[in-house]
């Protein structure tokens, strides 16, 4: 199982941006696609962003394309996300996980405890 800790969100203004991280732990790290999911309050947790193993694809959700950034450093064991012109609907706690790069869905099952970002209208 991949061990992570997601960091760096924050309040900030409508079209504003903030850049998420998500440290992994693990040597299996590199071989696994990651993914960026979020929860708005009285929401359903649903798919962001992913990256390959390798970073040499990606794949976003329709309502954050244009957007967000995902990124990864393998010799880092850290996943990025680069949020900008943020909109208040994106107010939301956000995880990183492995995903199923089909489903869209967190391979592993468990969730850490996320970083919460709000955006102020």
């Known amino acids: 199982q991949v061990q992570r800790v997601e960091s760096g969100g924050g309040l900030v203004q409508a079209g504003g941006s903030l850049r998420l991280s998500c440290a992994a732990s693990?040597?299996?790290?590199?071989?696994?696609?990651m993914g960026w999911f979020r929860q708005a309050p009285g929401k359903e947790r649903e798919f962001v962003a992913a990256?390959?193993?390798?970073?040499?694809?990606?794949s976003y959700a329709d309502s954050v394309k244009g957007r967000f950034a995902i990124s990864r450093d393998n010799a880092k064991n850290t996943v990025y996300l680069q949020m900008n012109s943020l909109k208040p609907e994106d107010t939301a706690v956000y995880y990183c996980a492995p995903v199923n790069w089909g489903t869209r869905t967190n391979r592993e099952g468990a969730w850490g405890q996320g970083t919460l970002v709000t955006v102020s209208s």
């Open positions: 990256i390959s193993a390798t970073g040499s694809r990606t």
């Open positions: 693990g040597r299996t790290f590199s071989t696994y696609a």
